[in-house]
């Protein structure tokens, strides 16, 4: 389960490292571009209920913390499914699978 650590905030971001690092191609390539976002998920189950959504900027620090020390294979189609919707006005929403080690991120199901 890796994290994402994003502004001045303590509180990580806990997804499975498998969909964390097609999220972190995705959002570095947005950021390379200067471009702004959204980040939006609802709160996985054992969370207070509710969703969350951030601002992506590049002036705001992100770090990203992977639990596995090898990089996963990444699936292309995920990669373009995450970046059509970062160009969108709803911007990424993440799936509630993507929260769940046992379903190795899968973005669709």
Do not use: C
């Not at 994290?3 to 964390?20: F, N, Q």
């Not at 992100?62 to 970062?86: G, K, M, Q, Y």
């Amino acid at each position: 389960m890796g994290v994402i650590y994003y502004g001045s905030s303590a509180t990580p971001i806990r997804i499975a490292d498998r969909a964390l690092a097609h999220l972190k191609i995705v959002i570095a390539t947005k950021l390379r571009r200067s471009e702004a976002f959204t980040l939006s998920w609802r709160h996985p189950d054992g969370d207070s209920p509710g969703r969350t959504t951030i601002w992506l900027h590049p002036a705001i620090p992100l770090r990203f913390v992977f639990d596995e020390p090898e990089a996963p294979t990444l699936n292309r189609e995920w990669i373009e499914e995450l970046a059509a919707s970062a160009n969108s006005s709803g911007g990424i929403q993440l799936l509630p699978a993507m929260f769940d080690d046992e379903h190795e991120g899968r973005i669709t199901e």
